[in-house]
C-alpha cells in the first residue's frame, strides 16, 4: 500500500509539472520531411538578420480546400525539403483577431457579417480573399504574386520554384512551365 501511495504521488508531481508547462513546449516538433511552419512575427524576427524569400498559407479553419493542401501539397516531401531550403513558410489565419504591426501600420480584424477578415490577409492577397491563397514575397517582404485555389504537389512545386529561384524576373510562366524539370525525388 505504501508503494501505491508513493507511485500516485510522484504521478501527481509530474502531472502538475505538465501543466504549468508553456503550450508550445508540450508540441511536438514537425518531422524533418514536413514544412517548418512559423508565424508572421517569427518571420519578421527572422528577416532581419537572415533576409530570405517567403511562402504564406493564407487559409481559414472552416476551409476544405486549405485542409486538403495540407494533407496532400504541403505533405510532400520533396516539396517540404526545397520549401526549408528555400523560404520562410508562414501559415496566416485570414481571420484572426490578433493585431499585427507591419512597416509602421497596425493591420486588424475587420469583423464583416458573421465572420470577417483581417487587414493583413486582404493586404497581401490584394484584396482577394479565397482560400486557400498562397502568396510569395521577395526578401524585402514585398508582394512578387498571390496565387489563389487549390494546387496539388506537382503544380505546387514549378509554382515555388519559379519564383525560388527567380526565374519569374527573366522567363514567362508559359516557357517556364512548359520546359521545368522537377526537383529530386531523394
Sequence with gaps: MRNVMFGLGVLVLVLGA?????????????????????????????SKTHPRKIVVDVYTDWCGWCKRMD?????DPCLAKYINQTYYAVKFDAEQKQD?????????FVKNGMRGYHELAAEITRGQLSFPTVVFLD??????Q???GYRDAK????????????????????????????????
Design 18 to 46: 505538465l501543466a504549468f508547462k508553456k503550450p508550445e513546449a508540450l508540441v511536438k516538433p514537425a518531422p524533418a520531411d514536413a514544412i517548418s511552419w512559423i508565424t508572421w512575427e517569427q518571420m519578421l524576427e527572422k
Design 71 to 75: 494533407a496532400t501539397t504541403f505533405s
Design 100 to 108: 499585427i504591426v507591419f512597416k509602421e501600420k497596425t493591420y486588424k
Design 139 to 144: 526578401e524585402k517582404i514585398e508582394v512578387i
Design 146 to 148: 498571390s496565387i489563389p
Design 155 to 186: 503544380e505546387f512545386e514549378t509554382i515555388a520554384t519559379y519564383f525560388g529561384r527567380n526565374e519569374h524576373l527573366k522567363t514567362p510562366w508559359e516557357t517556364y512551365q512548359k520546359t521545368y524539370k522537377p526537383l529530386p525525388k531523394n
